[in-house]
């Protein structure tokens, strides 16, 4: 069964860092993986796709990187801002199976003014 | 183009009353799943359904029914609620595998229901 694991459960850090969000799986047969932001009593909102044939996506301020061999994924927020405070989510869709998504617990980024 | 969109917001059940969570995509998906959010948890999947008329079981699918009569909409349905379904639902969409870029599940604003 898929495990997806994500450290740390929680960061804070000043306007202005850089920062990374870890994400690692169980089983290395993923179609692709998906990062998500979610802020407080509201929905998910896709920031990344990252194919396994891919090894990084990027967009803005935001870089993904993919290692499927080593079951580790990356995401990486650049000149962090107050506005970046939420959850972010990694999931993993495997190659077989029923499509879904296998999530992480989410990492809650607080970035401070 | 509103994408997947649930209804209700917020909901307050009884224990062993029922009811169903709405959700609709304007995406033309023919992949739909429900997942459900406990606090702490990572999202787990419900059920899904990859066309108008066919659906199967997830992860966690005891207590739930759904149908998909529609590509546009696919219910879920709670027949007798326990505390243990105390949640939040999300809904989502997706094209079918093996579009690239296209694989991305668009979700909806989520259902937080209480059982009580």
């Known amino acids: 069964k898929q495990e997806v694991t994500q450290i740390p459960a929680a960061l804070s850090v000043p306007e202005g860092e850089n920062l990374v969000l870890n994400c690692s799986f169980t089983?290395?047969?993923?179609?692709?993986l998906q990062w998500f932001r979610q802020d407080p009593g509201k929905g998910l909102t896709s920031l990344l796709l990252?194919?396994?044939?891919?090894r990084e996506q990027t967009s803005g301020r935001l870089n993904a990187s993919l290692d499927k061999s080593s079951g580790r994924s990356t995401l990486y927020i650049a000149a962090s801002q107050p506005g970046d405070s939420a959850t972010y989510l990694c999931a993993v869709r495997l190659l077989t199976g029923a499509n879904n998504l296998f999530f992480g617990t989410g990492t809650r980024l607080t970035v401070i003014p | 183009n509103a994408g997947v969109t649930q209804t209700p917001k917020f909901r307050i059940l009884k224990i062993g009353q029922s009811m169903t969570l709405q959700c609709t995509q304007d995406m033309n998906h023919n992949y739909m799943y429900w997942y459900r959010q406990d606090p702490g948890m990572g999202l787990k999947l419900i059920y899904y359904?990859?066309?108008?008329?066919?659906?199967d079981k997830g992860e966690v699918p005891n207590g739930y029914n759904v149908s998909r009569s529609t590509t546009e909409d696919f219910p879920l349905r709670l027949e007798l609620a326990a505390p243990s379904q105390t949640s939040v639902y999300f809904c989502a969409s997706s094209y079918s595998p093996g579009q690239g870029a296209h694989d991305e599940q668009f979700f909806g604003p989520g259902t937080r229901l209480t059982v009580l």
């Open positions: 359904s990859v066309g108008a008329g066919i659906t």
């Open positions: 089983d290395s047969a993923i179609y692709n």
């Open positions: 990252i194919q396994s044939s891919q």
